[in-house]
């Protein structure tokens, strides 16, 4: 199945835009769960099993698997195993690097762990991009505005009539001739948000940075949908996993990703009248 | 020891700006190596036994072990095991994230793994490149001018009176209050390597792109060269690894590292007078 297909699947399915971000951290995961053989599967097999019916998609966040060193890989691996199918899979990796490197990556990251899409940093440029779009069943969200502090040190550096942001965005819709490329865009910057919508007005976006960063979620839905209300992937990482801190957690992140995705419908209900 | 003071022990010692890139590929390793527990491994630590006399660096390009899945992880750890002490070992791993994403990159890969370096894109600016040189003793080498083709997408981009890659290069110098930061360019842009050069006099620069993507020696060493004519890491990974493809790989690539070394120390003789 086409990558876009397959999210359009995901988020009519679930009836969700919400994406569950697993950042599983050894160090925030309850006392109970370490005791289990391998506690980051647990625990994540716990949030996913808990809020797989809110969720259209999850981002697992490489750097926090990596951390575990070659367990976490192991871990990644079986993490994915128990994600349901309909949800799409993103694999917050960021990477970017020349050809044959970023083929390597790519094989290791699509083919190998069978993820459906991966993040993309493009400042290395086209070559760095294309082993992740050159099959349509695989998409990858490449940066454009990013929701951390960082944000302004280059990405609004202004070159000619843009920002550089703008500049990534006009390039990856060139690239987009599968429909399978989306921009990663901060919910920390709402007007760059309606901005960069309004540059690509059908590509997917993921939206971090509500949630423990304090992004507003309407203007998120307001302006990170597309004009039919959809399209915009909205994750949560940290506000959900660690919602609770007792043995609760699982129930909790369940309560809180079924809360943002009836907070985000009643939001596209009211703004796109659907 | 201090990341700076590490590297200038590592150039006196071996006489040597050679980076010896390794970029391990199954399908590349001679027959005879594919009978080993761990061909990888083999291949890898045969190479570095060969040419640790003659280089002053070993860089690990992840890609090519993350495509090996958990045992990658594995032999990443066994390889950096090998290299000898006196050589700095560089986690060419192009990693770029939020804060505290950036927080286990740096302890994956620095405190986990003890690489002495690491390769950082800094699109998303000052907080995903913060945890990788907030310690004197550990390095970060930040994509200024990449060797590729795609480089040509954003890195030329002028935003005021400059190109975004001296946009990189200024905030880096900004940022390298522990002398921890380099910067990466490619051996494929001579003339603004020689600007780069300029603007950061004393900081490592990390040149890729000799070899077997075509970059000029002779312009590296003029223009990578600090005054002294050091500092600058000249990095070749296929040329040296696949020098042969025989069973005398090692040898091979011993030979051409050392070839690499004394054409580069000549040029430093003539061009440095010293």
Redesign the interface.
């Known amino acids: 199945m086409k990558f876009a297909a397959k999210l359009k699947r995901a988020i009519k399915v679930s009836k969700s835009l919400v994406c569950v971000g697993l950042?599983p951290?050894p160090s925030k995961i309850p006392q109970s769960v370490l005791q289990a053989e391998n506690p980051v599967f647990e625990f994540a097999s716990r949030i996913i099993a808990a809020t797989a019916p809110y969720a259209c998609a999850y981002k697992l966040?490489f750097?926090?698997f990596?951390?575990l060193?070659?367990?976490?890989?192991?871990t990644l691996?079986e993490v994915l195993g128990v994600i349901p199918p309909h949800a799409v899979t993103i694999a917050d990796a960021?990477?970017?690097?020349?050809?044959?490197?970023?083929?390597?990556?790519a094989?290791?990251i699509l083919d190998?762990?069978h993820f459906d899409a991966v993040t993309v940093?493009?400042?290395?440029?086209?070559?760095?991009?294309a082993p992740f779009i050159a099959r349509p069943e695989f998409g990858a969200f490449i940066?454009a505005l990013?929701?951390?502090?960082?944000?302004?040190?280059?990405?609004y550096?202004?070159?000619?009539a843009k920002p550089?942001f703008m500049?990534?965005v006009a390039?990856a819709r060139e690239w987009n001739v599968h429909e399978n490329c989306g921009l990663v865009v901060g919910a920390t910057h709402p007007e760059e948000l309606r901005r960069i919508r309004k540059a690509a007005p059908d590509m997917p976006l993921l939206i971090p940075g509500v949630g423990a960063q304090g992004g507003d979620l309407e203007s998120v839905v307001r302006y990170g949908c597309d004009a039919a209300g959809s399209m915009a992937i909205i994750n949560a990482s940290r506000s959900i996993i660690y919602a609770s801190k007792g043995d609760d957690f699982a129930e909790a992140a369940g309560a809180e990703t079924a809360r943002m995705r009836a907070e985000i419908n009643a939001m596209r209900k009211k703004i796109f009248k659907r």
């Open positions: 950042d951290d966040n750097a926090f990596e951390s060193g070659g367990e976490g890989w192991k691996r960021k990477r970017g690097d020349i050809g044959n490197s970023a083929d390597k990556y094989a290791a190998d762990l940093n493009a400042y290395m440029g086209r070559d760095c991009v940066l990013t929701s951390n502090a960082g944000s302004k040190d280059f990405q550096l202004k070159a000619g550089l500049h990534v390039k």
